[in-house]
């Protein structure tokens, strides 16, 4: 299993609004957010999340989104940066009680 979701929002950053509520995705424009992305633990490091995140920018820019923005724990840090996400500092999400970091890839 693999998979990666989230929706359009206007939002540079993900709030944690997109918990609980959902629109419909305009058909261009807006910033794609992520609020999973997950790979199967036996596919682990083989490249599957990056390519899910490849993939996603692709379709983003068919669609003209600005750019992705995710949140995420401060250990998963470097694998964003390293797929070209910058780390834009701490998240204002209390969304389980972690500590949360914006990342967000211009596109």
Same mark, same amino acid.
């Given at each position: 299993?693999?998979?990666?979701?989230?929706?359009?929002?206007e939002? #540079?950053?993900i709030?944690?609004?997109?918990f609980?509520?959902?629109? +419909?995705? +305009? @058909?261009?424009?807006?910033? @794609?957010?992520?609020?999973?992305?997950a *790979?199967?633990?036996d596919?682990?490091?083989?490249? $599957?999340?990056?390519?899910?995140?490849? !993939?996603?920018?692709?379709?983003?820019?068919?669609?003209? #989104?600005?750019?992705?923005?995710? *949140?995420?724990?401060?250990?998963?840090?470097?694998?964003?940066?390293?797929?070209?996400?910058?780390n834009?500092? $701490?998240?204002?999400s209390?969304h389980?009680? !972690?500590?949360?970091y914006?990342?967000v #890839?211009?596109?």
């Amino acid at each position: 299993m693999r998979y990666v979701v989230g929706p359009v929002t206007e939002e #540079r950053y993900i709030t944690d609004e997109l918990f609980s509520r959902s629109t +419909p995705n +305009p @058909q261009e424009g807006g910033s @794609q957010t992520i609020l999973s992305l997950a *790979t199967n633990p036996d596919f682990q490091g083989l490249g $599957v999340a990056s390519a899910l995140l490849k !993939e996603l920018e692709r379709v983003c820019r068919t669609k003209k #989104r600005i750019g992705i923005s995710l *949140t995420c724990l401060e250990r998963l840090i470097p694998f964003y940066e390293r797929q070209g996400y910058t780390n834009e500092g $701490v998240s204002a999400s209390e969304h389980g009680g !972690e500590k949360w970091y914006n990342l967000v #890839r211009i596109l």
